[in-house]
C-alpha cells in the first residue's frame, strides 16, 4: 500500500470545501432540538457498500474524495483540519482473507510509508458482533507531526476503514468528535 493510499486525508485540505456529499452516501438530519427551531445536531451517511456513519455539526462532507467512501472534515479548526474517511475495499472471495491478515498486511506497511512512525495503541473491539481493529499511531505529515486513528474490519468480503486524522494542535473537543465519529461506524 502506498503512502498516498494510506493517507489521502492529508489530501483534504486542498480539496474544495464545497458541502456535498461524497458518492455513494445519502445523509439523514436529526430531529429538531425545540419545536420552531430548527438546530442539525447530527447527519448519519448511509452508503449503500453496506455501512453507516454518524456525524456531529461542525464536520462538513467533501465530495471526490479519492478512494474514500465518505469524507468529513471539520469547519471549525482554523488552520487545523481534522478529517475523516471511510474507504471501502471489495476483497475476492478466492483470497479467503482474514481481518487479522489485513492487520498484519496494514502493519508491517505503516512503518515505511508514515515518516517518524510510532504505534501508540492497538486494540480489538467489536462493530456490532463483528470484529475489528483499533488502533492509533503517530507519524510526520505533510504540515508536520499527525495522529492517525483507524477502525478496520472485514465483512460480506469487504474491508471497511474509518479513519480519523488529527494533525498538532487538534483541540480534545475535535478528538472527541471525531472519536465519536468512528465508533458510530454501523455495518449492514
Not at 502493519?107 to 473491539?125: H, N, Y
Not at 458482533?129 to 507531526?145: E, H, K, N, R, V
Not at 492517525?148 to 468528535?177: C, D, H
Request: glycine share 6%.
Amino acid at each position: 500500500m502506498k503512502r498516498a493510499h494510506l493517507l489521502p486525508p492529508l489530501l483534504l485540505a486542498a480539496l474544495s470545501l464545497t458541502p456535498a456529499l461524497a458518492q455513494g452516501a445519502a445523509t439523514t438530519a436529526t430531529p429538531p432540538a425545540a419545536e420552531g427551531t430548527r438546530t442539525v445536531e447530527a447527519v448519519t451517511a448511509t452508503s449503500s457498500k453496506g455501512y453507516s456513519i454518524r456525524v456531529p455539526a461542525g464536520w462538513i462532507p467533501l465530495k471526490n474524495v479519492p478512494g474514500a467512501d465518505v469524507a468529513f472534515i471539520n469547519r471549525d479548526a482554523g488552520n487545523v483540519r481534522p478529517t475523516v474517511t471511510v474507504q471501502v475495499q471489495d476483497v475476492d472471495p478466492k483470497l479467503k482473507a482474514t481481518l487479522a491478515d489485513f492487520r498484519d498486511l496494514f502493519a508491517s506497511q505503516l512503518s515505511r510509508d508514515v515518516p517518524k512512525f510510532k504505534m501508540l495503541g492497538e486494540k480489538t473491539i467489536k462493530l456490532g458482533s463483528t470484529p475489528a481493529i483499533l488502533w492509533t499511531y503517530l507519524g510526520d505529515g505533510d504540515d508536520g507531526m499527525v495522529r492517525w486513528t483507524q477502525v478496520l474490519t472485514l465483512k460480506n468480503n469487504r474491508l471497511f476503514t474509518a479513519t480519523l486524522v488529527q494533525p498538532s494542535g487538534t483541540t480534545t473537543e475535535q478528538i472527541e468528535e471525531g472519536r465519536s465519529i468512528l465508533t458510530s461506524l454501523t455495518l449492514k
